[in-house]
Every structure is written in C-alpha cells, then in structure tokens.
C-alpha cells in the first residue's frame, strides 16, 4: 500500500490544485454535499494546496480537457472524456426514473412512456445517463419531446411545473430536489433498465497535468479512502443507512 508520505511527495502539482464543483443534488448544494466533505478529506491526505470554484458542468469538462482545471468530482467515465482524464472511483448509484404525479400509472412503464407523445422527458445538459439510457433519450429527442435544462435545481423545477413528466435521476440528487419542490412523497420512483448496473462517480483528473505516478497515487488515495470506512462515513452523513451500503463500491 501507498504510504501517506510517498502519497504527499506525488500528489501535487507545481501550482495549487484547481478543483471544480457542480451543483448537483447531495453531491453539491451551497458549500455542502458529499463532494465537500469528500474534498475535505482528498485535502488533508494528500497536504496539496486546492483553490476550489464551482461552475456548470459542461464548462467545468471544457476547462479540464484544456488543462485549465486538474480535477472536476462526481464526473461519470465516457470514453470522450478518457482521452484526456483519468478516472478514480469513489462511490455507485443507480440511475432511477422520476415519474410526474400527475402521470397515470399505467402509463409509467418504458413503452407506455414511450408510446404517449404527449409525454415529455427533461435531462441536465453535459450528463450521461449511460447506455441504453443514452439511446433512448435520442429517440426520445427526434421526437421533439426531450426538455433540457442546465442543472439539476432548474429540472426539477420545470419538473414541478409540468413541462416534463419524467426524468432519470439518482438518490444522492432526488433526495434533495424532490423535497425542495414538495413532491418528495408524491412521484413514482420506478426503474426502467433494471438489467443496467450502477453508474460510478468518480475524480476526473487532467492526464494534461498529472503525470502517470501522480495518477496512481491519487488512485491508491482514493482506495484507501473507500477501503477504511471514511467513505461510508460521508455518505451515512446525507443517505439513509440501507442507500449509503447500495452506493459503496464492491
């Protein structure tokens, strides 16, 4: 195992590090969230300098491909995104679908959704939702029935106001959105890719900026991190004790 004096000799960088956050959900929501307190800790292993900012998150990607952020969290791994970040896993969750109160049940299932035109869906701009998801909100846009909006707060509140009935969303996000629109008891909560594994978040970091010796450490931080109980501690801080096991990598 990577001591935690070789790991504060290879983790910084020649400049303090430029980490960037997104509002999203219980990840990030005025200066909290499991990111922050994830942060907190990334700071105090590894003694590097951070100078921390929040932006969108299409933004915060543009910066980091230029080189100009080093690290962007809760960042999903796609293979456009491979070309110029490396990706070190913290935690996992599914993607579940968000279904408008005012939405009949029977028409709540995959292909009744899908079959209705009148039914329209909402994502966040910049998010992969992973293939097949990916997929069917394509068909979905060519369509003209697929809403977006550039951050999860906005969704939710166009979801509030009826221009979506649907969205994917996971727990560490609708916990928090749902009940800052009163609807947290009202929505059906379904699963439409019950075959589709866990979606994992992870620390982008600029192969542009960090050498391969750097990456691997940051890597074997973040194990540690996951493997001595600190990450089950984060997330028993903002998910119920049967989500925060769910979102534990294996």
Not at 137 to 163: C, D, Q, V, W
């Amino acid at each position: 195992m990577v001591s935690h004096f070789a790991l504060a000799a290879n983790l910084c960088l020649g400049h303090p590090i430029r980490l960037a956050y997104y509002e999203s959900g219980l990840f990030y929501y005025q200066g909290k969230g499991v990111d922050v307190d994830l942060v907190q800790e990334l700071k105090r292993r590894s003694s590097c300098a951070m100078e921390t900012s929040i932006m969108p998150r299409v933004r915060a990607y543009m910066l980091l491909e230029a080189g100009e952020i080093d690290i962007v969290v809760a960042a999903i791994n796609t293979p456009s995104r491979a070309r110029y970040a490396y990706f070190a896993p913290y935690l996992q969750q599914r993607f579940a679908t968000i279904i408008h109160p005012d939405v009949p049940r029977a028409k709540a299932t995959l292909d009744a959704f899908t079959a209705d035109p009148s039914l329209h869906f909402g994502v966040v701009r910049g998010v992969n939702y992973d293939t097949p998801r990916d997929n069917w909100i394509e068909h979905i846009s060519t369509e003209r029935r697929l809403e977006i909006a550039p951050n999860p707060a906005i969704l939710y509140r166009m979801f509030k106001g009826n221009r979506l009935a649907a969205l994917f969303s996971i727990p560490l996000q609708y916990e928090k959105e749902l009940q800052d629109i009163g609807l947290r008891d009202q929505v059906h909560i379904v699963d439409w890719f019950p075959n589709q594994p866990p979606t994992t978040r992870n620390l982008a970091l600029s192969r542009h900026n960090f050498n391969g010796d750097q990456l691997e450490a940051w890597s074997a931080m973040v194990t540690t991190l996951r493997a001595d109980g600190t990450m089950r501690s984060i997330l028993g801080h903002y998910l119920t004790p049967a989500e925060a096991t769910k979102a534990l990598l294996r």
